[in-house]
């Protein structure tokens, strides 16, 4: 008998998109006895509602199947390759490039739980916990993440997430970022990396809230993040988890869109 759906089940046509991205099971070994779309549909309400693996509903997978299959394609680094692909796509289909030119970097502070792991203190934003780093196309898609402790400042943060620009996206000559990333790290960027690191700054004349060029793209970004309860805080011990649910977020929101056609 059909279980009744879930709103974060992915629908036929979802599915679809991301199935020929889901990795075979090695020749030779044991043959995959589990439903792929049903796994998904576990790790996805977990995402969703935020609550823990072992509350999932009785009538999902397992929850410990679940979670093994969340942990193996967070090490093989599965969730990033299948973002990085339906990425591709969405670009395509509107009518750009598979990779972008320009792009924009921020990070948000997000609390953490007695779980464990690193963490640290953010005296600007007064939260003690961890920085979710994340760089985006100007469709906010995002290219790149890091997770690290919220003690770390943006400067020195933005260097370790534009490290990973060394190699791939050449296409790429440009990054907007805010005030908070002023100083030699525009220097170098362009010295290390190869980019151009342009401020966008807000004018003094201006009083209240006023949305900035281009930085509102990330915003918005964080905004749909915003939406899975499971990235209300970092509840999770490794950063390399915590990482891999915002792909996942990410996987969900643009096979919805690539579904809409």
């Known amino acids: 008998m059909k279980r009744q759906g879930y709103p974060s089940d992915l629908s036929e046509a979802q599915y679809e998109r991301i199935a020929p991205l889901i990795p075979q099971p090695k020749p030779g070994g044991r043959p995959r006895e589990v439903d792929m779309r049903e796994i998904l549909n576990g790790i996805l309400y977990v995402v969703r509602s935020g609550c823990a693996w072992r509350l999932m509903p009785h009538d999902l997978p397992n929850w410990n199947t679940v979670y ?27 009518g750009r490039k598979p990779t972008p030119s320009a792009a924009v970097i921020d990070s948000q502070s997000v609390k953490t739980t007695e779980k464990g792991g690193l963490r640290g203190y953010d005296a600007g934003k007064k939260i003690n916990g961890r920085k979710r780093h994340i760089v985006v196309d100007t469709m906010g898609l995002i290219l790149t993440v890091l997770v690290h402790e919220a003690s770390i400042q943006d400067r020195d943060g933005a260097k370790l997430v534009l490290e990973q620009f060394r190699k791939g996206f050449t296409r790429l000559k440009l990054i907007w970022a805010d005030g908070g990333y002023a100083g030699k790290l525009i220097d170098w960027t362009k010295k290390e990396i190869g980019r151009t690191l342009e401020i966008v700054k807000r004018s003094d004349d201006v009083k209240g809230f006023t949305v900035l060029p281009r930085r509102w793209v990330v915003e918005r970004t964080f905004g749909w ?14 950063t390399q988890s915590s990482e891999a649910m915002i792909h996942i977020a990410m996987i969900n929101l643009m096979s919805r869109r690539l579904a809409r056609g």
Request: proline content about 0%; glycine content about 8%.
């Open 68 to 94: 093994g299959y969340f942990r193996r394609f967070t090490k093989a680094g599965i969730w990033k390759s299948i973002n990085d692909q339906l990425r591709e796509k969405v670009r395509k289909e509107a």
């Open 225 to 238: 993040l915003g939406r899975y309860r499971r990235l209300s805080k970092d509840y999770e011990e490794l």
